[in-house]
């Protein structure tokens, strides 16, 4: 099992360049998530899913869009690339199909770097 | 607005040292705390905590959580170079939405 995967792993962008960052996942996990790490912040919330063809704003979502077509997969879109985007992305993926479970661990992939210049 | 807060933000120590960290809370609808250890790329899970006052331990570390007073505390004894990382705490609310406080960044030093 490669359990979760990011690509790129790192990728330098111009201010209003475009790009999707790929996350996948081989655990049959139902929820999958996008988390941006900044110095001094903790990881914030993106965007999460809580399954195929769902999609739900986190604490940070504008200027990124997601997609999940397949449940293996979950996308991190920037249509129009922000310096203030410059950051650590992580994708994280749990199993949780119950809402009146506690949550399983939430797996992380290694991230991805994002310079925005 | 949730919130959590960990502190101190960064230790620095000496190997055979005893350290404790420190997360406090304040979230609608709690259901676990989770802490996790941060070295160079992802977090690794380290322990979930949902009930006060029961101590969760492996090996060197431990943790334990007070519902009345929001807070938690992860302890590491008998600190070693490899313990060096960010160690990152967060609260489940629901949704099975993790809110994660800013990490404290311990450094043993040998």
């Known amino acids: 099992n490669a359990g979760v995967t990011q690509t790129p792993k790192f990728r330098v962008l111009k201010t209003g360049q475009s790009m999707t960052l790929l996350c996948a996942q081989d655990?049959?996990?139902?929820?999958m998530y996008w988390y941006r790490q900044d110095p001094g912040m903790g990881l914030r919330l993106i965007h999460y899913?809580?399954?195929?063809?769902?999609?739900a704003k986190g604490e940070v979502p504008d200027g990124y869009n997601v997609s999940r077509l397949k449940k293996q997969n979950f996308l991190l879109g920037l249509e129009s690339a922000a310096p203030s985007q410059t950051s650590v992305y992580f994708c994280?993926?749990?199993?949780?199909?119950?809402?009146?479970?506690?949550?399983?661990?939430?797996?992380f992939g290694p991230g991805t770097r994002l310079t925005v210049l | 607005e949730d919130k959590v807060v960990q502190s101190p933000l960064s230790l620095v120590v000496h190997e055979g040292d005893t350290v404790t960290l420190n997360c406090s809370y304040e979230?609608?609808?709690?259901?676990?705390l989770l802490w996790y250890k941060q070295e160079k790329k992802a977090p690794t899970f380290l322990f979930m905590l949902?009930?006060?006052?029961i101590e969760k331990k492996s090996g060197r570390l431990s943790s334990i959580l007070d519902k009345k007073e929001l807070f938690s505390i992860l302890n590491i004894t008998a600190t070693q170079t490899g313990d060096s990382a960010i160690y990152l705490c967060?609260?489940?609310?629901?949704?099975?939405?993790?809110?994660f406080g800013a990490g404290t960044i311990l450094r043993v030093k040998s």
């Open positions: 899913s809580v399954g195929e063809g769902t999609t």
């Open positions: 655990m049959n996990h139902e929820y």
């Open positions: 994280a993926s749990s199993y949780t199909p119950d809402s009146f479970r506690f949550t399983d661990t939430q797996y």
């Open positions: 979230v609608t609808n709690f259901r676990s």
């Open positions: 967060a609260v489940e609310v629901n949704g099975n939405k993790l809110v």
């Open positions: 949902t009930s006060s006052g």
